[in-house]
């Protein structure tokens, strides 16, 4: 079976600075997905980043990119320039490749932002 | 505003009773996914639905059953409740292609056994 360890309970940036939240993945799986999920005070559940194994580019959204190391097994989120907005719960998630399957959640991180 | 709905927001009652927990996917989207957050469990999958038959089962108690209708709603029935169950429940969904990979997530029930 699939896991997912987030091993950063809570973290702090200082609003601008950089931050990386890390994740580690256990899987015997060749097709996956991968995710990085926010889910601020309001409770909302919001996609931030996803990457697909087969791809060797770290995947960017702004702000946000990943550190995507396959063969370690590992999946970390930069967040640059980190703003008051970017203080939520982060939880990363692996998704298998093949039959739509459901996702497998980390425990989540949170992160604050102090100005 | 991901385009999965759910009703209710807030749900709060006793412990014994029986509630049903609805969602609406996003428009074309075939498979339904229903998840329990909770403060020592984090997310939990409990049920996958895909075009109205059961996909795929987690960690979903006996009292708790679900079905997808033929307009592809879903419900979340939940009887028998204990205090244990008070959760935040979310509906998500995804599309039916191979490459619809995301799952997108609804703005949950939060439920409340006293």
């Known amino acids: 079976a699939q896991t997912v360890t987030q091993s950063q309970p809570e973290m702090s940036v200082q609003e601008a600075e950089t931050v990386t939240l890390s994740c580690t993945y256990d899987?015997?799986?060749?097709?996956?997905?991968l995710f990085w999920y926010k889910q601020p005070p309001s409770r909302q559940m919001i996609l931030v980043i996803r990457?697909?194994?087969?791809?060797?580019q770290n995947a960017t959204e702004n702000r946000f990119s990943v550190n995507f190391q396959k063969a370690a097994k590992s999946f970390s989120l930069k967040i640059s320039d980190s703003q008051l907005g970017d203080a939520a719960m982060y939880f990363c998630?692996?998704?298998?490749?093949?039959?739509?399957?459901?996702?497998?959640f980390g425990k989540g991180t949170k992160l604050s932002v102090k100005p | 505003d991901s385009g999965v709905t759910q009703t209710p927001k807030h749900l709060i009652t006793a412990t014994g009773q029986r509630v049903t927990l609805r969602c609406s996917p996003r428009s074309g989207d075939l498979s339904v996914y229903w998840y329990q957050q909770s403060l020592d469990q984090g997310l939990q999958f409990l049920i996958q639905?895909?075009?109205?038959?059961?996909?795929a089962k987690g960690n979903i108690l006996e009292r708790f059953s679900a079905q997808q209708f033929p307009d592809l709603h879903s419900e979340l029935n939940l009887s028998s409740l204990e205090l244990g169950d008070s959760a935040l429940y979310f509906c998500?969904?995804?599309?039916?292609?191979?490459?619809?990979?995301?799952?997108?997530f609804g703005s949950g029930t939060q439920l409340s056994v006293l």
């Open positions: 990457q697909e194994a087969y791809k060797q």
């Open positions: 639905y895909y075009n109205g038959e059961e996909r």
């Open positions: 998630a692996y998704r298998s490749g093949g039959s739509q399957g459901n996702l497998i």
């Open positions: 998500a969904s995804s599309g039916p292609d191979h490459g619809d990979e995301k799952l997108f």
């Open positions: 899987t015997s799986e060749s097709d996956y997905y």
